[in-house]
């Protein structure tokens, strides 16, 4: 068996069989079968997601240690500052790669929905054929064809050409990639103004280029990807405890209200857990600069003091 | 950056593209036979003495590569012929204009030459400004449509003195081509893309659509004569017995129309799934297979169900009948034979071809000949279901089949692959393949 076999017997075959199980309790509808799917995967990948921003947040804590060995090592013995950072992340629990699985997983969804979409919905009569060997021998399912392709204004087995949801997915993607990344820090080291500028630019190219995707993608697959940034700004709306800073979505105003720290140094480790699952898997580099007191208040470092200040919790008490 | 490349390698793969699965069709002319084999958006004509004796000659393609050197079709010719009459030039320019005319292709310099010389002509402004505007549109139009013919699925229908071959493309055109030469006599923008193919019954074709119509239209010129609206998608050719028309749609209903006014005779709802395949039929009963793997006998009179038959796959290809028996073919990879008077199976089991069946079988040579998804065409026993010597011959090296397969009267086989060729197998005595022969 190669690996395309594989990949169709371990993913693309139940995909195939459990999205037409839904539309048909949808009476054929195959939007539902999606935004349900959607939320269950994003059910699903939740620990995923959480593990993610753990490790963000250990690799974060971790960056004093960090610089310290550069300064000690950088220049001077290289093979010895690769050996003591393995060390310190061995020590720490951190696997440096730790952050890109969760997006990896995706990968082969989004791969293997583009190619369910394309065998349902049969846009092709060859398709068609192809989906006749993919359903499972169940009367509830192999008796779904053909499945409704449209839902609302979109024909999901054809890219969207009203623009609306590659306009939606580049929307949603904007939206939860700015909540997710700190503004940035004057007062930071060039190495993290510089990755902080690369995260500032990815807000803008990731949604860019998906909204891009959107347009050449079935629209099954869009709905799916504005349905689960959708559900991550929700998810994550709830698990800030309802203190999201909007004003970040806001070119330029994030910066001067709410900086990002050079070093955050909490000694509230097991407090700030919760608020580690806020992290999307959509955008493994980002470390969320965001902490959340015991008390639920969640603060950001003062740019000139260092200190962190409180945000949402003083708003919401007036 | 790797989620990025992924994507990009799935957002410039593209929807799946329409290859199509028509099948061959032979025609009789006058002096001459030909079949015309449509493969992969392209529709070839060739002279079966020239294919049998090996030397394989080619008649015409269509669309011709070069497709700006197309010429306009005779309906449209013979429109902007019409309207330079109707001006008051002496007779003799609208001679010379009439040359140019027949000398107009789809685009390039014939256009404006043919342009240039009405401009210079006595026509009124207005006359010149209404037959340019004519031809811009004309061209325009035919243009577009020779360029997208895209690919082919339903029956090609020809006309009963076998001088017009009429070709339903995916794209949703439909072309009537003067099958001695390959040019067009008319072509008609359907709105939607066609699945079905063309079915021709004297001054009348039908065809269905995608978007869920069936329409009959005049063969002469393509206009519409009535359409109706069906339920779901129809990508089975109509099928024309008598005063009366079948069709079906993809939400899984039989429908009995009268074929003069489109009327509706009788509908059959009872499949619980969705039919893409046409009607096979005998005097009193249709039959027809459905995705929810069952074969429906259906009463011509009233349109009630006399009995269903259980596979375990989908039924798509049509159902032939003979002597009593039903043979049907499912993507199940089994070839069923199924008595017409109880349902009740006429072998012992399915004849196993070991893959999947989309191509309707046919009769030939006493037997029935009927070819797998993977390339394998068997020749069966009516009476016992068993593979006669010879069988399963190859197509190729296990080329993906899925078109109808195709007897002509002097009991030759021809079998259209994925992979453009034709293959043609003897099939009076046996099975004797006479070759295959690549498509230009």
């Known amino acids: 068996m190669g690996f395309g076999d594989l990949f169709n017997f371990l993913l693309i075959e139940p995909m195939t069989n459990v999205l037409v199980a839904v539309a048909q309790v949808f009476n054929g509808n195959f939007g539902m079968s999606i935004i349900i799917f959607t939320l269950v995967m994003r059910a699903i990948t939740w620990p995923l997601t959480a593990s993610q921003y753990k490790q963000s947040k250990k690799m974060q804590e971790m960056q004093p240690k960090l610089q310290e060995l550069q300064k000690k090592y950088k220049g001077k013995d290289p093979k010895k500052l690769q050996q003591e950072t393995m060390a310190l992340y061995k020590e720490g629990g951190v696997n440096p790669l730790g952050c890109i699985f969760p997006m990896l997983v995706q990968f082969p969804i989004w791969i293997a929905l583009y190619q369910v979409i394309n065998r349902t919905l049969g846009e092709t009569p060859e398709s068609f054929v192809g989906l006749s060997q993919t ?16 839902f609302l204004i979109w ?102 209200k709410a ?33 959340v007191s015991e008390s639920g208040e969640a603060t950001a470092p003062d740019p000139q003091s260092g200190r962190r200040t409180k945000h949402g919790r003083r708003r919401g008490k007036r | ?33 030909i079949v015309l084999v449509p493969n992969d958006g392209q529709l070839t004509a060739l002279a079966p003495t020239g294919v049998v004796d090996g030397s394989g000659f080619s008649q015409w393609t269509f669309p011709p590569r070069d497709r700006d050197l197309y010429p306009v079709s005779t309906f449209s010719a013979d429109e902007i012929k019409d309207a330079i009459d109707g001006t008051t030039i002496e007779d003799g320019a609208k001679e010379d204009l009439a040359v140019r005319v027949d000398d107009l292709r789809v685009s390039g310099p014939t256009k404006e030459a043919l342009q240039d010389a009405i401009n210079a002509s006595l026509m009124t ?25 895209e690919a082919i699925y339903g029956d090609i229908g020809v006309s009963a003195d076998g001088d017009t071959a009429y070709v339903a493309s995916f794209r949703g055109f439909v072309y009537a081509l003067d099958t001695k030469t390959g040019t067009t006599r008319w072509l008609r923008d359907a709105q939607s893309e066609l699945v079905s193919g063309v079915a021709v019954d004297g001054d009348t074709i039908y065809t269905g659509t995608r978007d869920g119509q069936l329409v009959a239209a005049e063969a002469a010129d393509g206009d519409t004569i009535w359409a109706i609206d069906l339920e779901g998608e129809a990508w089975a050719t109509p099928y024309v017995d008598g005063d009366n028309l079948y069709a079906t749609s993809l939400d899984g209903i039989v429908y009995k129309v009268n074929k003069e006014t489109g009327d509706e005779i009788w509908r059959f709802e009872g499949a619980k799934s969705g039919i893409a395949g046409r009607i096979g039929k005998d005097d009193e009963t249709v039959y027809i297979g459905a995705f929810d793997n069952k074969l429906y006998a259906i009463n011509d009179r009233d349109g009630t169900m006399k009995w269903s038959f259980e596979a375990d796959n989908w039924f798509w290809a049509t159902p032939i009948e003979r002597d009593g028996v039903v043979y049907a073919a499912s993507l199940d990879g089994k070839m069923y034979a199924v008595n017409t008077n109880d349902g009740s199976p006429a072998w012992p089991s399915g004849f196993d071809t070991g893959a999947p069946i989309r191509s309707a079988p046919v009769f030939g040579g006493d037997g029935l000949l009927v070819v797998s998804r993977d390339g394998k065409l068997f020749k069966l026993d009516l009476e016992s279901g068993d593979a006669i010597e010879g069988s399963p011959a190859l197509i190729g090296d296990g080329s993906t089949v899925e078109a109808d397969l195709a007897l002509d009267e002097n009991e030759l086989l021809y079998v259209v692959p994925r992979d453009p060729s034709l293959w043609i197998f003897e099939v009076a005595d046996g099975l004797r393949s006479r070759g295959d022969f690549p498509l230009p």
């Open chain 2, 1 to 33: 950056m790797a989620a990025l490349l992924a994507l990009v390698a799935v957002a410039c793969s593209g929807p799946p593209t329409p290859i199509g699965w028509a099948a061959a069709s032979p025609v009789v002319l006058e002096d001459q036979e």
């Open chain 1, 155 to 256: 024909n999901l087995g054809q890219p969207d050409p009203t623009y609306m949801l590659p306009i939606m997915v580049a929307l949603t993607m904007y939206v939860q990639q700015k909540l997710i990344t700190p503004a940035p820090n004057p007062n930071a080291t060039p190495q993290q103004q510089q990755q902080a500028q690369t995260m500032q630019m990815m807000t803008w190219m990731m949604p860019l280029m998906f909204g891009w995707f959107s347009l050449t993608v079935p629209a099954g697959l869009a709905l799916y990807w504005a349905v689960s940034n959708l559900s991550g700004v929700v998810f994550q709306y709830f698990y800030m405890g309802r203190r999201v800073e909007w004003r970040n979505l806001l070119p330029g105003m994030g910066s001067a």
């Open chain 1, 135 to 150: 359903l499972y021998p169940i009367p509830f399912i192999h008796t779904a064809v053909p499945l409704n392709n449209h």
């Open chain 2, 125 to 149: 402004d207005d006359q010149k400004d209404s037959i340019n505007s004519l031809i811009d549109q004309v061209t325009e139009f035919e243009s577009g449509a020779v360029r997208n013919l």
């Open chain 1, 259 to 291: 900086p990002a720290p050079a070093v955050v140094k909490s000694a509230k480790p097991k407090a700030e857990t919760k608020a580690a699952a806020v992290v999307e898997e959509a955008s493994p580099a980002i470390e969320a600069d965001y902490t």
